[in-house]
């Protein structure tokens, strides 16, 4: 078995990008019941009442903030495993069955109210940001400044396809190497002692000495949800297949737009530039076009995953956009 210390790592952290590191922050494990049976589970960071919270993007974890947050320390803030991601429990039927972002909202809601509802900012990258936007229509008293991480409704469904091509991938690999090979040519930008971390948080292996996704675990384990997701990724394959079905202006989570228009509280695009990015110019004049003040920041060097490519800035950035109270 590989060792695993989920705490242990935060040193690699620091030293990949030069952060001061005087010894393991001060982190730990809340567990949040938004239904019966089923919990979300947060990183909570420092002590004191959260002042930030965080939403990470389809088929990352809460780890995915860990540099961000070590950026922006001692500031306290809560990183929350989606629904069906990290340790969290697996989506409720209604997510499985296609609820998306407004399903999660739903879920994130509720652990919000218990864990930080005084946040004065919720930062959401991709799927996170989706959901970010759900929430403001959902329970608006919650969000007091809003920044979306390279993700706006209507982007376009061709420049994810890379995205999905990687999550859509193998639901077990038979080694460790493996599932760090796949990553690897998935992100050939990052290093892989960076990958391999994330592949700590992100992954278990399995009693056959096999490695699973946190967030395909669910499908190993319940037979009718594996059934279920199956389905929904062979519809998926199909019209990749035939991309005569997919109009190339065919656009993502559009109905959230509507939502969108209605924020009324300061909120900010952070907009990956690289290639591997999935916003473009049009997507940046709409989201200037659909939310009333909203700003955006360009992040160079960085492409769809910015926490992960440019953490200190992007910290540097929110600590700005969303200042300590």
Do not use: C
Request: aromatic residues 6%.
């Amino acid at each position: 078995m590989v060792e695993y210390d989920e705490f242990g790592l935060f040193h690699e952290n620091a030293a990949e990008y030069g952060l001061p590191y005087d010894g393991p922050p001060t982190v730990r494990r809340e567990e949040v019941e938004v239904e019966p049976g089923r919990t979300l589970s947060a990183l909570v960071w420092g002590e004191g009442e959260p002042e930030l919270v965080f939403l990470h993007g389809g088929s990352q974890n809460a780890h995915t903030w860990d540099t961000v947050a070590m950026a922006l320390r001692p500031r306290p803030l809560v990183a929350i495993d989606m629904p069906g991601h990290g340790h969290s429990a697996r989506p409720s039927a209604s997510q499985i069955s296609g609820a998306g972002p407004s399903g999660a909202a739903a879920d994130v809601a509720v652990a919000i109210r218990e864990l930080a509802p005084n946040a004065d900012g919720v930062v959401g990258m991709s799927f996170g940001g989706l959901t970010t936007i759900a929430l403001s229509g959902l329970v608006p008293e919650l969000l007091r400044r809003i920044i979306l991480v390279d993700v706006f409704p209507g982007q376009k469904m061709e420049h994810s396809r890379h995205i999905v091509e990687f999550v859509n991938g193998p639901a077990t690999f038979p080694t460790f190497d493996d599932i760090l090979a796949r990553t690897v040519e998935f992100n050939p930008t990052r290093t892989e002692s960076s990958l391999r971390r994330g592949i700590l948080h992100n992954a278990v292996q399995l009693d056959d000495g096999s490695w699973v996704w946190r967030h395909s675990r669910w499908r190993v384990d319940d037979p009718e949800a594996a059934k279920q997701f199956e389905e929904q990724r062979a519809v998926a394959e199909a019209a990749r297949a035939d991309l005569s079905d997919v109009p190339n202006d065919a656009m993502m989570f559009g109905d959230l737009l509507e939502v969108a228009s209605r924020i009324a509280v300061p909120t900010m695009l952070a907009r990956g530039m690289r290639p591997d990015s999935v916003l473009r110019d049009d997507d940046e004049t709409r989201f200037l076009e659909t939310v009333r003040g909203g700003v955006v920041q360009r992040f160079d060097e960085a492409g769809h995953s910015i926490q992960g490519d440019m953490p200190v800035e992007l910290a540097a950035a929110i600590a700005e956009f969303i200042p300590s109270t």
